[in-house]
């Protein structure tokens, strides 16, 4: 997986008392000591694993044990099962593939409408071989990606969020040139 890939969009809670309505997987612990499962925490374990061996292996023992239901951790933990699939052997790839598309399966059940669980599948199944038959929903993905680009800063994307699907979209030619045109009219 490119190291562009891991540029992970996010999504921020919305309104007075937003913070509180998140799982108490994603708050802090006592003393202010963030969660492993914070989403900044597992933004930076995505990006570092996408680039390098050694913090993939890290990036996979932090979730491989996790066994509670929330969205936005198991679309993680679904794409460092992915990584540890490209940094595996041969005979273990597969294996490491499908157990993947088993927890995006299940994040996006949970959360269907979150962008960040759909940007991690896309970036995943975008860059499987078509053979594997395990990319079926790029299409989906991309439009529900394109779509909530365009209504920015209206999408429930932030900022960074927000640059970087349209910049995965656009560099990697996943939208059409007139998508991409609309895309960079798209004030951040």
Do not use: C, W
């Amino acid at each position: 997986m490119p190291a562009d890939i891991a540029a992970v969009a996010s999504v921020r809670p919305h309104g007075a008392g937003a913070e509180a309505a998140l799982p108490s997987s994603l708050t802090f612990l006592n003393n202010n000591v963030p969660s492993p499962y914070d989403p900044s925490n597992l933004r930076r374990h995505y990006e570092q694993a996408a680039a390098d061996k050694t913090a993939g292996e890290k990036f996979y023992k932090l979730l491989a044990n996790y066994k509670d239901r929330d969205a936005l951790v198991l679309g993680y933990k679904g794409a460092a099962e992915a990584i540890r699939a490209r940094d595996a052997s041969m005979f273990n790839k597969m294996s490491y593939v499908q157990d993947a598309a088993r927890t995006f399966e299940q994040a996006v059940s949970l959360d269907p409408q979150n962008p960040e669980i759909r940007f991690l599948r896309f970036s995943v199944e975008s860059n499987l071989p078509a053979f594997l038959g395990l990319s079926k929903h790029v299409d989906e993905d991309k439009e529900m990606l394109l779509n909530a680009a365009l209504k920015h800063p209206k999408s429930g994307l932030d900022p960074e969020a927000f640059r970087t699907v349209r910049h995965f979209l656009v560099e990697r030619g996943h939208v059409t040139d007139e998508e991409a045109q609309r895309l960079n009219k798209v004030a951040e």
